[in-house]
């Protein structure tokens, strides 16, 4: 149950609209369901502010489609589904309610939100090769209510391309840097914001890169203030995290 959901239940409960019977029967299931296989978190918005979101990697299609069925059943307006295969994206496809994006390997079922803050959320990589891991975390920050930005192929190889938005980085709440190789972009992108800088090291790399090792020792060393590092190709921790500083406070001064 969502927290407006909850909110106007206990709203009726107090109007004395509603028996405190048949309220509790609504909460019957609301912690948690059990599904054999899963049980999916229906309180989780309730005491954190953000739904339960589905990591699809180690899933068969059917848990998936089973478990997103019943977040939606229970009230959950969007439902992210993360590392989704195209396979496991058919079988909701037929709901007519799944927006799915194969780049990033994303499910959105149900309602893309509009957002709700002020701030932007600006999404920058070094290279092309990035964007499966920025657009992950972009389409999780649009999920969860925020405006996105997309600043692509604007590494450090050509760096005169990052410096022509300067004012887009300015402008920015939060910034979620992505990046392979070694990883450079998010202590560039951290000399010249004054916000948070999300770095996302990611696996895009020769030999040496070690499969994005080397991003992450780089980003984790940064000299520039205000980085903080995620996983390597994390881009789902950086989209909620970046989500999170943007929800903090009003407009960006």
Same mark, same amino acid.
């Not at 059917?62 to 396979?87: C, F, H, N, P, W």
């Not at 910034?175 to 090291?201: F, N, Q, R, T």
């Given at each position: 149950m969502e927290?407006?959901a909850?909110?106007?239940?206990?709203e009726?409960?107090?109007?004395?609209k509603l028996?405190?019977?048949?309220a509790?029967l609504q909460? #019957?299931d609301?912690?948690?369901l059990d599904?054999?296989?899963?049980?999916?978190d229906s309180?989780?918005?309730v005491?954190?502010?953000i739904?339960?979101?589905?990591?699809?990697?180690?899933?068969t299609?059917?848990?998936?489609?089973?478990?997103?069925l019943?977040l939606?059943?229970?009230?959950?307006?969007?439902?992210?589904?993360t #590392?989704m295969s195209q396979e496991?994206a058919?079988?909701l496809e037929d709901? =007519?309610?799944?927006?799915?994006?194969?780049?990033?390997?994303?499910?959105?079922?149900?309602?893309?939100?509009?957002?709700?803050?002020d701030?932007?959320v600006?999404?920058?990589?070094?290279?092309t090769s990035d964007i499966?891991?920025?657009?992950e975390?972009? #389409?999780?920050?649009?999920?969860?209510g925020?405006?996105?930005?997309r600043l692509?192929?604007?590494g450090?190889?050509?760096?005169h391309r990052?410096?022509?938005?300067?004012?887009e980085i300015l402008?920015?709440?939060v910034?979620?840097?992505?990046?392979?190789m070694?990883?450079?972009l998010?202590s560039?992108?951290?000399?010249?914001?004054?916000?948070p800088?999300i770095?996302?090291?990611?696996s895009?790399?020769?030999?040496?890169?070690?499969?994005g090792?080397?991003a992450?020792?780089?980003?984790?060393?940064?000299?520039?203030?205000?980085v903080?590092v995620v996983n390597?190709?994390? =881009?789902f921790?950086a989209?909620?995290?970046?989500?999170?500083?943007n929800h903090?406070?009003?407009?960006?001064?």
């Amino acid at each position: 149950m969502e927290q407006k959901a909850l909110h106007h239940l206990l709203e009726q409960v107090a109007a004395g609209k509603l028996p405190v019977d048949e309220a509790m029967l609504q909460l #019957r299931d609301a912690p948690f369901l059990d599904l054999g296989f899963a049980k999916p978190d229906s309180h989780r918005a309730v005491r954190q502010g953000i739904a339960e979101v589905i990591y699809g990697a180690g899933k068969t299609p059917e848990q998936i489609r089973r478990i997103a069925l019943a977040l939606r059943d229970q009230g959950q307006k969007t439902v992210l589904i993360t #590392r989704m295969s195209q396979e496991a994206a058919g079988l909701l496809e037929d709901t =007519g309610l799944l927006d799915y994006d194969a780049v990033s390997r994303t499910g959105i079922l149900g309602e893309i939100p509009e957002p709700d803050c002020d701030g932007a959320v600006v999404i920058a990589t070094g290279g092309t090769s990035d964007i499966p891991v920025a657009e992950e975390a972009a #389409r999780t920050a649009a999920a969860l209510g925020n405006p996105v930005n997309r600043l692509y192929d604007v590494g450090v190889s050509g760096i005169h391309r990052l410096l022509a938005n300067r004012e887009e980085i300015l402008r920015a709440k939060v910034i979620v840097a992505v990046a392979g190789m070694e990883g450079a972009l998010a202590s560039v992108v951290g000399g010249l914001a004054d916000c948070p800088v999300i770095a996302v090291p990611t696996s895009v790399g020769y030999g040496a890169a070690f499969g994005g090792l080397a991003a992450l020792l780089g980003m984790l060393n940064s000299c520039a203030s205000g980085v903080s590092v995620v996983n390597i190709d994390n =881009g789902f921790g950086a989209g909620y995290l970046a989500s999170m500083i943007n929800h903090i406070g009003g407009n960006k001064a």
